[in-house]
């Protein structure tokens, strides 16, 4: 039972593993059989024993099948057996069609190896004509580097060098042809250095000698272009002046090879070739060294305009060619290096204009000049070099420029006033009268309406004058002209340069004219009346700048023209002059004075001295009649108190030791004719006795001593009412004293008579009172 039981559970388990090996892998039937192996005893033997049984099944289900299939089987068997002598045939024609396909195929066969033979060689030309391709441009960059060696050529020939290091070498550097041109490169570029380095010394000696010549045509194409360009614009703006006429533009560059052509047309290739640093070096070491030497004015150059105009071109010369290498080439020069040494330049080139400009005293060079800083300045600004500052210097040559014209005009002036005759114009006929009215702005109705002949107020210098203001003023526009400034300012520029004339040259010219010794009181005269109407002429001037500038007189910043108060420093230096001259010509007179001061009688009549004064004071007040009534009023009233002053003095010098009473009553006459002389009005517009005041302190004095009344003046001394108010005691001790002097000297035998005894007691006891009332004065004080 065990048996059967065992045989039970393994037959189904054998079922299993023969239907995994019929319907798996045959990869995986190991794992499978390894089981059988692994199962219970006997059960490889049961095992086989199953397998067998399944063999045999599957042996009757295949015979089954060939029975089934069996007479198919045989009938194809039979059709094959027919077929098969049709294949004989069949094999019969295809070995025959072979044969003759071999045989005609030979012929194909032979032309077929004569293409690939053929094919082979096209690919081996294709393949040479690449590599030639290849190599080709190398060897003909390197038979125009030979070229270019040959045609000393240098700097084209580095660039050659470089492309063919950079481009081609590293195409064939595998064929021998390449290493040996590599290995020649470092030899030719050395040939090149040592050959570059001369013909770059050759071209810094060679730019240092045509640097002038340079320079000058620059500047003439600089010059030409602004004249056209400036014309141009009046053309086109119709304006006159002051219109900003700035040339920015660039010198064209075919203007500069023209002016660089014949220096270095072929040079300029050789500036970066070989050791680009130490050419670099080198270029900049000796051009810096070169410019010192530009830099360097001569001792004398501002002695004449050709001398600033050789040390201009220099300048602009060395520095578009320093531009011109700048653009050139490439690194030889850099913007920055040339900004550095255009600012080292223009420091050099101002100070030495300041300091050789400052010597210059022809305001004609001044302006040429400015006109070569201006052209000088517009030309290296075509080339971009900064030059402001060359236009703030012109500023200061500009005062410097009109200093010299206001010293030119003062020339000019002392001239005019030298020539002068000092009288009014006369003028015959309407052709005089337009002629002067053409040259000086003047205006009066009643002149107009005069008959001919007639005269202007002023003199001939008033004209001239004014006309040389004019001539000054156009001077002065002369330097402001391309400036690069506005309307405005060069309106402002001009009136203050007219300001400065008018205000210290005319005026300093009028002082010094009114001071000199020949200029007399008629002279005088004609000069106040001569500053009146160039003061009045001053708004012609400022109308004229107007016209030229276009700007108004009315615009808020506008400067006005100090006329009223130059010829009115002018008027009162003359009137001060008249007053002195006029003193000194009656002290003229009163030193004429020959008093007999111990005389016992008068004349009866005036000193013929004192009648010619007042003859030539009522000639001389006829003249003032022209003057401003004050100036005139104020003349009469000053001489008339010199004279009363003069007088007085005279009575009380002291080396006037004695005066009688005849002397007295004689100068007492003279002192009634000046007092008759200022009642007379010698010049209207006095109020009452107010000329006769100026005799006052005479006439009290004279008083008091005619009538002998000491009582009175003792007595009321010091009082407002009193009749003597205006006596100085220690005058009157002084004249008294004088007077006993007299009265003992010429009275031997006073003390005989009783009158003359008492008079002299008088006079000593009047001494002592008055000496008295003298020290009680100064103890006062």
Known sequence: MAESGEGLGTVPEHERILQEIESTDTACVGPTLRSVYDDQPNAHKKFMEKLDACIRNHDKEIEKMCNFHHQGFVDAITELLKVRADAEKLKVQVTDTNRRFQDAGKEVIVQTEDIIRCRIQQRNITTVVEKLQLCLPVLEMYSKLKEQMSAKRYYSALKTMEQLENVYFPRVSQYRFCQLMVENLPKLREDIKEIS???????????????????????????????????LQIKQNNVKFGKNMYINDRIPEESSEIVLKHTFEEEEENEEEGDEEAFENYYRKQRKKQARLVLQPQSNMHETVDGYRRYFTQIVGFFVVEDHILHVTQGLVTRAYTDEL???????????????????????????????????????????????????????????????????????????????????????????????????????????????????????????????????????????????????????????????????????????????????????????????????????????????????????HTTRLYGLSTFKDARHAAEGEIYTKLNQKIDEFV??????????????????????????????????????????????????????????????????????????????????????????EPVPGFQGDTLQLAFIDLRQLLDLFMVWDWSTYLADYGQPASKYLRVNPNTALTLLEKMKDTSKKNNIFAQFRKNDRDKQKLIETVVKQLRSLVNGMSQHT
């Open 591 to 680: 030193q004429l004075a020959d008093y007999d001061w111990t005389m016992s009688e008068p004349d009866g009549r005036a000193s013929g001295y004192l009648m010619d004064l007042i003859n030539f004071l009522r000639s001389i007040f006829q003249v003032f009649t022209h003057l401003p009534g004050k100036v005139a009023q104020t003349a009469c009233m000053s001489a008339c108190q010199h004279l009363s002053t003069s007088l007085m003095q005279m009575l009380l010098d002291s080396e006037l030791k004695q005066i009688s009473m005849g002397a007295v009553q004689q100068f007492n006459l003279d002192v009634i004719q000046c007092e008759l002389f200022a009642s007379s």
């Open 197 to 231: 380095m001369s013909d770059l010394k050759d071209f810094l000696e060679s730019i240092r000698k045509h640097s002038d010549k340079i320079g000058e045509t620059a500047m003439k194409q600089a010059q030409q272009q602004k004249t056209f360009s400036v014309t």
């Open 342 to 556: 255009w600012n080292m330049a223009l420091s050099k080139i101002i100070a030495v204009l300041r300091a050789h400009s400052s010597y210059c005293t022809d305001p004609d060079l001044v302006l040429e000049l400015k006109n070569l800083i201006v052209i000088f300045a517009d030309t290296l600004q075509g080339y971009g070099f900064p030059v402001n500052r060359l236009f703030d210097l012109l500023f200061e040559i500009r005062d410097q420029y009109n200093e010299t014209l206001l010293k030119k005009w003062a020339g000019v002036f002392r001239d005019i006033f030298e020539e002068d005759n000092y009288s009014p114009i006369p003028i015959v006929n309407e052709e005089e009268y337009k002629i002067v009215i053409s040259k000086f702005p003047f205006q009066d109705p009643d002149l107009e309406k005069q008959s001919f002949p007639k005269k202007f107020p002023m003199s001939q210098s008033v004209p001239h004058i004014y006309i040389q203001v004019k001539e000054f003023i156009y001077a002065s526009l002369k330097f402001s002209e391309s400036l690069h400034r506005s309307s405005t300012e060069i309106d402002d520029m001009l009136r203050k340069s007219t300001n400065l004339l008018l205000t210290r040259t005319l005026c300093s010219c009028l002082l010094n004219l009114i001071r000199k010794p020949h200029i007399g009181l008629t002279e005088l005269v004609q000069i106040i009346i001569n500053t009146t109407h160039l003061e009045q002429a001053c708004k012609y001037l400022e109308d004229f700048i107007t016209n030229i500038t276009n700007i108004s007189q009315e615009t808020v």
